[in-house]
């Protein structure tokens, strides 16, 4: 059974940059596919950005090409989203997931793709 915990978010400016993290125990990290989704208030959860195993291969939502980079450390068990030129459009709850495959695929952009979740964190920015 895996465990995530997502850490990093909070308050920022508009412009602003945020790093969040997600610490993973309980599995082999390296054996698995990492994802970010976001969920603002009243709407429903949606992709962010993913990774694969060795992080050689990324894949990112349009809405957040060019500003967010997702990557990982294996040695450290953790998968980072670096979060720059914020909007307020951005603001939402953040969550990492974990999928059971290493590789990403054309439907890697699906929660249900994913078999593991954190709790969340969450992202405001301010105009």
């Known amino acids: 059974q895996v465990q995530l915990v997502e850490s990093g978010g909070g308050l920022v400016q508009a412009g602003g940059s945020l790093r969040l993290s997600c610490a993973a125990s309980g599995g082999t990290f390296s054996n698995n596919a990492m994802g970010w989704f976001r969920q603002a208030p009243g709407k429903e959860r949606e992709f962010v950005a993913a990774i694969n195993w060795n992080g050689a291969s990324t894949y990112y939502a349009d809405s957040v090409k060019g500003r967010f980079i997702i990557s990982r450390e294996n040695a450290k068990n953790t998968v980072y989203l670096q979060m720059n030129s914020l909007k307020p459009e951005d603001t939402a709850v953040y969550y990492c997931?974990?999928?059971?495959?290493?590789?990403?695929?054309?439907?890697?952009?699906?929660?249900?793709?994913?078999?593991?979740w954190g709790q969340g964190t969450q992202v405001t920015v301010s105009s």
């Open positions: 997931a974990a999928d059971r495959r290493r590789y990403l695929s054309a439907t890697s952009d699906r929660s249900n793709e994913y078999d593991y």
